[in-house]
């Protein structure tokens, strides 16, 4: 717009000076001087608007930095990896840590234990060598998802027994069930639940000694949940049909609605239980 602008002031330019020379010489009262004027803005403005090769290479370059700076945070983003530690601790100059992610294929597994030589910088502690365990995030699974280790000086290959320097050996462990969350089992609609029935064997003063979910049995067995005791262990169905199904296999102890239990330690009387079962469900 700048350029075509110049060119037609300086095309009016030349026609005002012309038609100013000949009105002179006619003794002319001709527009000559009102076209000049009007030309000159025009080449004026024209001229300004027309960018120098200096201001395109400026905004060439800054367009250019604009895009980089663009792409560069958006690879960042992509890479980021996303993991807390779980747990870990320093012994002497060995790191032991347990990473927690989301993350579960195999070259994300990978990048995320290799990640912690940069993190092992930060320590306090000078460390020699990392040992590296992972578990996913919301898994069924009692078993790490993957492991490594590497050692960081020639102390570190001693602790390790790996052969060289900043090398890691590392083993991706995913199975279905490290792939499995509670969410992923075929859920009841009952209003009751096994964390209910445990509740309700604890107000009731019924020996359930070191509970703890194990769900990821569920996978295979095709229940909701299993939540075991050292005294009885709590099996929640989908469904009533489901559990009697399962029952009449021979399975646990005694069923009412999708719950059955398995008493596992045999002197104690299971119809306490029982009666709570009822309590609950009935």
């Keep these: 717009m700048g350029v075509l602008l110049a060119l037609l002031g300086a095309l009016g330019v030349l026609v005002g000076l012309v038609l100013l020379v000949l009105g002179v010489i006619k003794k002319k009262k001709m527009k000559g001087g009102l076209v000049l004027v009007v030309s000159l803005v025009l080449f004026i403005v024209g001229f300004i608007m027309v960018p120098t090769e200096g201001s395109e ?10 895009v980089e700076t663009s792409a560069k945070e958006e690879e960042t983003k992509e ?11 320093v012994d002497g100059s060995i790191w032991y840590v347990t990473l927690l992610t989301p993350l579960t ?13 940069d993190l092992a910088k930060d320590k306090d502690e000078k460390i020699d060598s990392i040992f590296v365990k992972v578990n996913i995030k919301d ?17 570190g290959i001693a602790q390790t027994g790996l052969d060289k320097i900043g090398e ?11 792939l499995t969350t509670k969410a992923d089992l075929k859920q009841s609609t009952e209003s ?9 064997f604890q107000d009731a003063k019924l020996p359930t000694t070191d509970s703890r979910d194990n769900s990821h049995n ?7 949940t299993l939540i075991t005791t050292e005294d009885v262990s709590i099996y929640e169905w989908p469904s009533v049909e ?8 021979n399975f646990g102890d005694a069923q009412v609605g999708t719950i059955i239990i398995r008493m596992n330690n045999k002197s104690l009387d299971i119809q306490p239980y029982i009666d709570v079962l009822n309590s609950v469900i009935n």
């Design 57 to 66: 290479s400026a905004d060439k370059s800054k367009d250019g930095e604009k």
């Design 79 to 89: 890479n980021k990896l996303d993991y807390t530690i779980q747990e870990e601790r």
């Design 105 to 117: 294929e195999e070259k994300d597994l990978r990048e995320l234990v290799e990640s912690t030589s």
């Design 139 to 155: 898994s069924l699974a009692k078993s790490y998802a993957a492991d490594g280790k590497v050692a960081l000086s020639n102390k």
């Design 168 to 178: 890691y050996e590392f083993d991706y462990k995913v199975t279905e069930e490290h």
């Design 192 to 200: 009751y639940s096994a964390e209910d029935i445990l509740k309700a």
């Design 218 to 224: 569920c996978i295979s067995l095709e229940c909701t």
């Design 242 to 249: 489901k559990a009697q199904e399962v029952r009449a296999k």
